[in-house]
């Protein structure tokens, strides 16, 4: 049985593994072959994992984060999560690594600790992320929100657009594709790429687009929301930098904030780093 094998049947034992480490959500993003799992076992069960990208450029061996991945790092099943089984699974799970040229990954916010990556002369730093607690009360929620945010510019927007999920995906892409042209950026990526991940999550019930339209049929803003068992992640987001004076940008983010708590039932609402 190859390891890839063996981590599809701990995933579906395992429901805490995020989604950016599901294999089907890793074969949408990196090709089936694009992709390998690490593993340690003590005995018959698995102590930790670690996905890797299997990607080689010029030449060089390079298993860095895939597109639409923002976490990875080792994952440890509830058993194996005390520090100490933690610093020697790690220090294994880096003994497996493959010969490579580059290696990077964000870890998972779980991972409190990065020690015996130091120690094996690794080098990292410190990324943030803005996580909302959505096992508290709503209404204490929204009162942290901005005063501008809460007296006027949601307000604003409700009486100019409605919240929908009625609209096609190439909506959203011609819309964050706006918010790229604003920037003066290209686009990371083509539709094709992202159709080919979001089959992947809406057939696995694990994504909810959102978007603020008008009455003219303009769409100001859009969400795109993901989610695995505790968490709710605002993957990606945009609006139309003609109509951004509406405030729809932020009551369509508060509208994903109110499904993930309300509809979803998750305990956390993670922005994956985004301002």
């Keep these: ?21 599901q294999p089907w959500l ?29 990607r080689k450029k010029y030449g060089l061996s390079l298993p860095r984060m895939p597109l639409f991945v923002k976490y990875w ?5 509830k058993t194996f999560r005390s520090p100490k089984h933690q610093q020697r699974l790690m220090r294994e799970l880096i003994h497996q690594f493959p010969k490579f040229d580059l290696f ?18 690794f080098e990292g730093t410190i990324r943030y992320t803005f996580k909302i607690n959505l096992e508290e009360n709503l ?15 949601i307000p604003k927007a409700k009486t100019i657009v409605q919240i929908s999920t009625d609209r096609s995906l190439e909506d959203f892409y011609k819309t964050q594709q706006k918010t790229f042209d604003r920037q003066n950026l290209s686009m990371p990526f083509s539709f094709e790429v992202l159709k080919k991940l979001d089959l992947a999550l809406e057939k696995n019930n694990a994504r ?13 803003s859009v969400v795109y929301l993901i989610w695995d068992k505790n968490t709710a992640y605002y993957l990606m987001a945009g609006d139309d ?15 994903s904030i ?18």
Excluded at 261 to 267: A, H, N, R
């Design 241 to 255: 930098p003609d109509l951004r004076n509406s405030g729809a940008g932020i009551w369509t983010t508060w509208h």
């Design 208 to 220: 909810k687009i959102f978007f603020a339209v008008d009455e003219e049929d303009q769409i100001h």
């Design 73 to 77: 790092g080792p994952y440890f099943p």
């Design 26 to 54: 890793l074969d949408a993003v990196c090709e089936e072959d694009g992709w390998d799992v690490l593993i340690v076992k003590r005995g018959n069960e698995i102590a930790a994992t670690m996905p890797i990208q299997v």
């Design 139 to 153: 209404e204490k929620i929204f009162s942290r929100l901005h005063g501008g945010y809460r007296n006027s510019n």
């Design 1 to 21: 049985m190859t390891n890839k094998t063996t981590y599809l049947q701990f995933c579906e034992k395992e429901k805490e593994v995020p989604i950016f480490s």
């Design 104 to 121: 990077e990954q964000y870890f998972h916010p779980s991972i409190k600790s990065w020690l015996p990556f130091l120690w094996e002369k």
């Design 258 to 275: 109110k499904y993930a708590k309300e509809v979803l039932g998750k305990k956390d609402f993670d922005f994956l780093g985004n301002d």
